[in-house]
C-alpha cells in the first residue's frame, strides 16, 4: 500500500497498528504521532496481563483475545521472547460455598466458547502447575482445584478457601518491551515518528485531507486512524463524530513483599470473594500478582471496587486509601499479609483512565467520514487485545478480507437499536474482573 496513514497516537494500539501496517502489509508511508513520549500516557502503567476467559455474553471476545495471544506468542518466539510473556495463569480462589458453584458453572460456559477443558482435581496430584517463565507447551482450558487440593498447589491461600480456579491460557508480559520492538520493527519499516499534538482533521467533501499540528505544521492525507487511548473523545471531535466511549480511573498499587508471603512463582491470583474492611463491605476482585518474574519482591496489587464513570484528568486523582484497601483485600486472601498491615508502608499507587465501550469491546475500523479509522475503547485490557485491534484495524485500512468478528468492533453497531438494547442488558461491567 502506497497512500499515506497517519496514526494519532502511539499508545500500545497506535504502536502495534503502526507495526502491522508497515511491517505486516508492507505500507510504505505510515506516519505515527504522539505529544509524548511512545507508551506512556496508559500503556505503561498496567498489570499487562492477557487472559483466555471471556465469560460471555458469548464467544466474540474470547475469539478476538486468542488471535492476540496467537500473534504475542508468534511475537515472542521471534524475538525470543525479549517481552518476557509467560503462562502462569489467572488464579481466581473462593472461600465460599457459592464460589466453587459460580467458579465452575462460569469455567463450563467459557469452555464452551473455546477456552479448552475444564478438568476437576480433589488431589493435586493429578494437577500440573505452571512454570514460572515462557509460554509453550502449556496447557489450556482451566483446572478447579477443589478444598485441599487448592491449598496444596498454592499454600498462601487463606486456609478457608474451598476452591481455585486455574485458567491456562494466561499470564502477563513486559507491554513496554513488547512496544518497544514494535517500534523499532515499525521505524526500521520505515514508519515515521513525528512528536506533535494533533489539534485539528480537514476533511474536503467528506474526505480525510490533511492532520494540523500545535506547531502549525501540517501533513497531507487521504487516511487517519486515531488511536489516541483516553484522549479518543476529542480526537473524534476533530472530525465533528462523537464516540460512545466512557472513562474509568483505574490504579494499581506496587507494594514490596520482604518477607515472601506471595511466592516469585505465583499466577495472577484473583479473590472472588467480597471482603469487608472497617465496616464496609467491597466486592470481590482483590487482585495481585509477582511484579518482575521470579526475581526482586514487589508485587502488583489492583481491585476494582470502584467503577465509577469520569472526566479524565491529570495527574489522576487516585483515592487516599487505595492502596490501604488493596493490602486489607490482600490480606483476606493470603493471610501471610496481614503483619504489613502494621507498618505505614502502602506502596506506590499509579494508574491511568480505562476508555471503555457500553459493550466493553473495543472500538476498531472505519468512522463516518471517509479515510477516518479507530482503534480504541481498549478498556482494561488493552495490552491483551492490542494485536488482533491492530491487525483487525490494518485489514480494514488495506481492504482485505476481514475475519467474521470484524462486525462486532465496528463503531457503527451503536447506530443498530435492537444492538444498543441488548448491550444495555449486559451492563458496562461485562467481561471486567
Ligand atoms: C491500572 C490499569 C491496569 C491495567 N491492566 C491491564 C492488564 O492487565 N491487561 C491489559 O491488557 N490491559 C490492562 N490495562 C489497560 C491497558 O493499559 C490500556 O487498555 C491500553 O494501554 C490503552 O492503550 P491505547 O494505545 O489505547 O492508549 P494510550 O496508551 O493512552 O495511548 C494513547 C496515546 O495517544 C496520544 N494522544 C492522544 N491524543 C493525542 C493528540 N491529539 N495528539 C497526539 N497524541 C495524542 C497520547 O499522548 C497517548 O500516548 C490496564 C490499565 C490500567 C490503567
Request: aromatic share 8%; hydrophobic share 40%.
Amino acid at each position: 500500500m502506497k497512500e499515506k496513514v497517519v496514526i494519532c497516537g502511539a499508545g500500545i494500539g497506535g504502536v502495534a497498528a503502526a507495526y502491522r501496517l508497515a511491517v505486516k502489509h508492507g505500507a510504505a508511508n505510515v506516519v505515527l504521532i504522539d505529544e509524548r513520549d511512545p507508551l506512556t500516557l496508559t500503556s505503561d502503567k498496567g498489570t499487562q496481563g492477557y487472559r483466555n476467559w471471556w465469560p460471555g455474553p458469548d464467544d466474540t471476545m474470547l475469539r478476538f483475545i486468542s488471535r492476540s495471544i496467537d500473534l504475542m506468542e508468534e511475537m515472542a518466539d521471534e524475538t525470543n521472547n525479549l517481552f518476557r510473556l509467560n503462562r502462569r495463569g489467572y488464579l481466581f480462589a473462593t472461600a465460599q460455598a457459592g464460589g466453587v458453584e459460580n467458579l465452575r458453572t462460569t469455567a463450563q460456559r467459557v469452555s464452551a466458547f473455546g477456552m479448552g477443558a475444564l478438568r476437576e482435581h480433589c488431589a493435586s496430584d493429578t494437577y500440573h502447575a505452571a512454570p514460572p517463565e515462557g509460554y509453550r507447551d502449556q496447557p489450556t482450558g482451566a483446572d478447579l482445584l477443589l478444598d485441599d487440593a487448592a491449598l496444596a498447589a498454592f499454600p498462601f491461600l487463606s486456609p478457608a478457601t474451598k476452591a481455585a480456579l486455574h485458567v491456562r491460557r494466561a499470564g502477563w508480559m513486559n507491554a513496554l518491551a513488547l512496544g518497544a520492538w514494535m517500534f523499532k520493527q515499525a521505524a526500521g519499516a520505515g514508519v515515521t515518528f513525528v512528536r506533535g499534538k494533533v489539534t485539528g482533521i480537514d476533511t474536503v467533501g467528506g474526505r480525510v485531507q490533511r492532520v494540523r499540528l500545535s506547531s502549525g505544521e501540517s501533513i497531507e492525507t487521504n487516511r487517519v486512524v486515531l488511536a489516541a487511548g483516553p484522549l479518543l473523545h476529542d480526537a473524534g471531535r476533530m472530525l465533528g463524530i462523537e464516540l460512545p466511549l466512557f472513562h474509568e480511573l483505574h490504579a494499581k498499587v506496587t507494594f514490596a513483599d520482604p518477607r515472601g508471603v506471595i511466592p516469585r512463582s505465583a499466577p495472577f491470583t484473583i479473590w472472588i470473594d467480597p471482603v469487608e474492611i472497617a465496616g464496609r463491605e467491597f466486592p470481590g476482585g482483590a487482585h495481585v500478582r509477582p511484579f518482575d518474574g521470579p526475581r526482586g519482591n514487589e508485587l502488583y496489587l489492583i481491585w476494582t471496587y470502584h467503577s465509577e464513570p469520569c472526566t479524565p484528568t491529570w495527574p489522576p486523582p487516585y483515592a487516599a486509601e487505595y492502596g490501604d484497601v488493596c493490602l486489607r483485600g490482600l490480606a483476606a486472601m493470603a493471610p501471610g499479609m496481614a503483619p504489613y498491615l502494621t507498618a505505614k508502608d502502602r506502596g506506590v499507587t499509579d494508574g491511568g483512565y480505562y476508555c471503555k465501550t457500553s459493550d466493553n469491546r473495543p472500538l476498531v475500523g472505519p468512522l463516518g467520514v471517509e479515510g477516518a479509522y479507530v482503534l480504541g475503547g481498549l478498556s482494561g485490557t488493552g495490552i491483551m487485545s492490542s494485536q488482533s485491534a491492530a491487525d483487525l484495524l490494518a485489514l480494514h485500512v488495506t481492504g482485505a478480507a476481514l475475519p467474521d468478528y470484524a462486525p462486532a468492533f465496528l463503531p457503527s453497531r451503536y447506530d443498530d437499536p435492537l444492538y444498543a438494547g441488548k448491550v444495555e442488558q449486559w451492563g458496562r461491567l461485562t467481561g471486567q474482573l
